[in-house]
């Protein structure tokens, strides 16, 4: 049997959750992060990070074993030279065990070398403590993992003295040449093992102005190592809490779990399918075994539902795991400044739809109508699909600079009509695409002054980002004023509020609208298939093949599409899951390519494809494959906001489909609100 090591990656789960490591490895119970996409693709990131992390220490030893006592012998040879670099070396001490990403040894000095594929703000000062000089929450995981390979490294070689270094992408270090980001292409050896190939023109100037800052630790990893952790109820020294953790790991057995907010990210959630098919579910053994639920009580909304309460730790210590057991003193509803309900108010909304088990759709009819009296016709609606990379296309950009890649545009006319009116994707490997992506938005968009939307703030970030690289390009484009006006125009920040500036439809729903059904997330995800089931009007019009069919809404990419579908139980099915597959599905190429995701359906799922087509080996057939499912994805992201607007202005329309009044929203007497 292969050892049960407590690694870095083990003990970072149990510092999260100690309980996590019985449910870990066993494919009894998914692990829901290791099918995350968009996880997949920051791994692909640190391939290429970590590569680069070497390239700067070259003339290392790889050990690239993958047994642990033949990686261990190696190790343990290359330890008897004076001077050497070693990649991925293996230390053990008892049960713990860990993999170095970079290791030089200096006669009896260790400099440990742990490569994220992080941002990090050189300019910036102390930023891995806050204000009270704990460690940051942001950094507390990379850090830890320091410190453990620390505290391992330190047992396994007594007699030496370690230092401890983070390596991470420096947001404020321009890359030196064009083209280093194409120099590191990711790639699958024979047992699909992923890989990094460096390419034979990797030069000296690629690696003259160094990207990757590489950050003393010593006093973080001190400071851990003089804490106190809770293990078995009581608190225990750093070295205490490891010997708790790999212990119960090494014996396989299980930590009593505590619960908390946290457990709403647990990745050993099953899906019903899942649990259909014999599979087991961590966190209900957890929620089941400290609460003695049953199956019923999982069928009722919990406290961790609630959307954007800081108090859910508060409300289970004292007792109230689900919605029904909040009162109006446990979220102290107040009335907003503005239009609309406030954050508190929507809670309340949330609760007390449960407690009267009440599943209609509320929408503030005044609020929405008197937004909806400042759109001017035709109403565009966009949507940008974007990236960051590590390693930047061009000289002079930075790590993680914001990359838009794609955009999707629908417009809405003042009769009614719907069509697709335009798109644009730039996916060729190496090409910085920002400008030219701006640019062909200003053209669509400057046809008239129509009302502009977007869902959530991620669009006018990411214009306000190429803004800025706008400003301080040191050879910028002929047009980059009129760009830079356009922008403005359509945003806002600090400095400036556009004439046209983008509305969002996500603070609409935020204020005006609540389906219960979306169970308090706001996602655009989780909000397009409520409002599909709720609105007989998009039913009746959208369950008809009339969506890029002749005579019905034009679409660049589909041809008479039928977005309302029913499952067995009579339910709309989610849009997001009718997404044609990438490719045939008897096509072989599937078989090598994408067995993550074959469809583009997740949240970080386009991302994913960016990345893969820029970093992959891939045929032309393959990349034209993506390229169409992109087009596809993005034109149902903008499609959703029309589906939305749409099912609101026929609510407006039907004013007896509304549960409610002219906005009110119904409090008990003890609450104070009328």
């Not at 701006?438 to 970030?461: A, C, M, P, W």
Request: negative net charge.
């Amino acid at each position: 049997m292969k050892p049960r090591y407590l690694t870095k990656t083990r003990y970072k789960l149990g510092l999260e959750c100690p309980t996590k490591l019985f449910y870990t490895g066993k494919p009894e119970y998914p692990d829901q992060r290791q099918e995350d996409p968009f996880l997949a693709s920051l791994a692909e990131g640190g391939f290429q990070v970590g590569e680069l992390a070497r390239q700067y220490y070259g003339g290392g030893i790889n050990i690239d074993s993958l047994d642990y006592t033949e990686a261990e012998d190696m190790t343990r040879d290359l330890m008897k030279k004076d001077h050497v670099i070693m990649y991925e070396p293996a230390f053990r001490y008892e049960n713990l065990f860990i993999r170095i990403d970079i290791l030089v040894k200096e006669g009896l000095t260790l400099r440990l070398i742990e490569v994220k594929s992080k941002s990090y703000d050189s300019n910036g000062s102390k930023p891995f403590l806050t204000s009270s000089g704990h460690i940051s929450s942001v950094w507390k995981p990379y850090l830890h993992d320091v410190a453990f390979q620390h505290y391992v490294l330190e047992k396994s070689c007594p007699g030496y003295t370690v230092h401890s270094y983070l390596m991470m992408a420096d947001n404020n270090a321009p890359c030196p040449t064009s083209g280093l980001n194409q120099k590191f292409r990711i790639i699958k050896d024979s047992t699909n093992r992923k890989g990094v190939r460096v390419s034979s023109t990797l030069s000296a100037q690629d690696l003259k102005e160094r990207i990757l800052i590489e950050v003393p630790v010593d006093e973080y990893v001190q400071l851990i190592h003089a804490g106190t952790y809770q293990a078995h109820g009581s608190e225990v020294s750093f070295s205490g809490f490891i010997d708790f953790l790999s212990c119960h790991y090494r014996d396989d057995t299980r930590v009593p779990p505590v619960i908390g907010s946290g457990c709403s990210s647990c990745e050993f959630r099953c899906s019903p399918e899942q649990r259909s098919n014999g599979f087991k579910d961590g966190f209900r053994e957890c929620w089941g075994e400290v609460l003695g639920w049953n199956e019923r009580d999982f069928e009722e909304p919990s406290i961790l539902e609630l959307w954007n309460s800081r108090r859910k730790d508060a409300y289970i210590a004292s007792g109230k795991t689900k919605l029904k057991d909040l009162t109006p003193n446990d979220i102290g509803i107040k009335a907003g400044t503005g239009s609309g309900l406030s954050a508190s108010e929507r809670q309340w909304l949330q609760v007390e739809k449960v407690k009267t088990n009440d599943a209609s759709v509320y929408l503030d009819r005044a609020g929405m109508k008197a937004e909806m009296v400042k759109w001017v016709f035709p109403l565009h609606h966009i949507d940008f699909e974007t990236s960051r990379v590590a390693i930047p296309f061009i000289q002079g950009r930075k790590p993680y600079e914001g990359i838009i890649f794609q955009f999707s545009h629908h417009i809405v006319y003042e009769d009614g009509t719907v069509e697709h009116a335009g798109q644009y994707l730039n996916a060729e490997p190496g090409v910085f695409p920002n400008y030219e992506t701006v640019r062909e938005l200003k053209r669509q968009l400057e046809k008239d002054e129509g009302t502009i939307f977007r869902y959530t703030s991620h669009e006018n970030s990411y214009l306000l980002e190429v803004h800025r690289q706008l400003m301080d390009d040191s050879s910028p484009p002929a047009d980059r004023d009129e760009l830079c006006d356009f922008i403005r125009s359509i945003t806002k920040c600090d400095k400036w509020i556009g004439k046209r500036c983008m509305v969002d439809l996500w603070e609409l729903v935020k204020k005006y609208y609540y389906d219960p059904a979306t169970h308090g997330s706001n996602s655009i995800k989780i909000v397009l298939p409520a409002i599909l089931n709720s609105s007989s009007y998009l039913q009746e019009k959208y369950s008809k093949p009339i969506y890029g069919a002749p005579g019905g809404i034009r679409s660049l990419n589909y041809s008479s599409w039928t977005w309302v579908q029913y499952d067995e139980d009579g339910r709309v099915v989610d849009p997001y899951y009718l997404l044609p597959p990438v490719f045939d599905r008897e096509t072989d190429a599937s078989v090598e390519f994408l067995t993550e995701d074959n469809e583009l359906r997740e949240g970080g799922a386009a991302m994913i494809a960016y990345c893969r087509m820029q970093f992959s080996e891939m045929s032309d057939y393959e990349r034209g494959m993506l390229e169409s499912a992109l087009l596809k994805y993005c034109e149902l992201d903008t499609f959703a906001m029309i589906l939305i607007y749409e099912a609101w202005r026929e609510m407006l329309r039907s004013p007896e489909v509304i549960p409610l009044e002219e906005g009110s929203v119904i409090y008990p007497e003890e609450s104070g609100m009328v």
